[in-house]
């Protein structure tokens, strides 16, 4: 034991506790991870959110307003990616046309020694009308992914009449997480897109919300230009206080796993 693990108990002759703060940084291991890592705070997870009930699950209340447009992993085309950047082209220029549409462009990073860092991008019949950055924790590229379908999410629902949301990402695995509301990492972001999604899909059945596939390595629209904005993001420092989330523990304990 070492730390605030101690209480009262006095340390064993090998413990952690007795070796040089210069050493222990040197020495890598399961005990060592635990001892640098006890006091950081995690996420925390809402096992039995009403949210998540079945039958009060946003999907099965709301499945008919939700659409998803993957671009297909195997086609017969001779250029998939150009038929691919055909659909995203189309489904562009039909947004721009749509006086009650707002959709929005999301992307997020993880750069090595900061906090992830996402980006969003929102656009109604072409102007944009939101365009930020933020600092997501100490996270996976899925988590970070889902921060900001939450941000361009909560943002889109406030401007105006809006009835289509359309989402722009790279990461259909976290689109779909972003409405499931059992627990997982970064739950919290999906309650968040739940319960802001709840009443206004009440309000109207004509609301509906669109997540449509941009591969990063496409460099297409607005989706790219979330990404741009993440490039040109200063990095945000981690500080004891920064949360972990669940799938970067589980992603840091495979790691320090394989490496011993």
Not at 44 to 70: H, M, N, V
Not at 215 to 242: C, F, K, Y
């Amino acid at each position: 034991m070492s730390g605030s693990s101690l209480k009262r108990a006095t340390p064993h002759p090998m413990s952690v506790e007795r070796m040089p703060a210069a050493h222990r940084r040197k020495v890598t291991g399961a005990l060592v991870d635990n001892v640098n890592y006890s006091s950081v705070p995690v996420e925390s997870t809402e096992p039995f959110a009403p949210e998540a009930c079945p039958g009060y699950r946003i999907l099965d209340r709301y499945a008919d307003q939700f659409k998803w447009l993957a671009k297909p992993r195997f086609s017969r085309s001779k250029d998939p990616e150009a038929a691919w950047k055909l659909i995203l082209d189309a489904s562009l220029e039909s947004l721009e046309d749509d006086p009650d549409a707002a959709y929005a462009g999301v992307d997020g990073s993880c750069p090595p020694g900061w906090q992830a860092a996402t980006g969003v991008v929102i656009k109604q019949q072409g102007a944009q009308v939101y365009s930020g950055c933020h600092a997501a924790g100490r996270a996976s590229s899925t988590d970070a992914e889902l921060f900001a379908i939450r941000v361009a999410i909560s943002n889109a629902v406030g401007f105006g009449d809006v009835k289509h949301i359309t989402i722009f990402t790279d990461a259909m695995h976290a689109a779909r997480l972003s409405v499931d509301p059992s627990p997982h990492s970064f739950q919290s972001q999906s309650l968040m897109v739940c319960r802001i999604l709840e009443p206004w899909f009440r309000r109207s059945p004509d609301h509906k919300v669109t997540f449509i596939e941009s591969p990063s390595d496409m460099e297409w629209g607005i989706q790219n230009e979330a990404h741009d904005l993440i490039a040109g993001m200063r990095g945000v420092a981690v500080v004891p206080t920064t949360k972990l989330s669940l799938q970067y523990v589980c992603d840091f304990v495979d790691k320090s796993a394989r490496a011993d």
